[in-house]
C-alpha cells in the first residue's frame, strides 16, 4: 500500500473545487485512496469527507492508496498536487 506525505500548496487548501479534483483524479482507477489529516481520516471518492479534513493550504496529508493500480493513482494524485490542483492557470 503506497503511502505519500503531500503538502498542499495550493492558495486555499483542499476546499470545494480542489476536492472535487482530487475525486475526479482518482475516478479512472479502481485502488482505493484513503486521505488523513490528524485524526481525521476521508475516502477520496466522497467530497463531503474530504472537506471534512478542513485542510487550509500548507496543511500535511498522509495519503494511502490500495489495490491493483495503486502506484498509478498515487502518481496521479502527486501529479495534482505538484500542480496546484491546476489553481493557478
Partial sequence: MPTRELRLINRRGLHARAATKLVQCCQ???ARV???HGERSADA????SLLMLA???GTV???MTEGEDAED???A???LF????????
Avoid at 471518492?45 to 463531503?48: C, G, H, L
Avoid at 505538484?82 to 492557470?89: G, K, L, W, Y
Fill in 73 to 75: 493513482a498515487m502518481s
Fill in 55 to 57: 485542510a487550509p493550504c
Fill in 77 to 79: 494524485i502527486e501529479a
Fill in 45 to 48: 471518492a466522497n467530497i463531503m
Fill in 82 to 89: 505538484d500542480a496546484r490542483f491546476h489553481e493557478d492557470e
Fill in 28 to 30: 479512472p482507477f479502481s
Fill in 34 to 36: 484513503a486521505v488523513n
Fill in 61 to 63: 496529508l498522509t495519503v
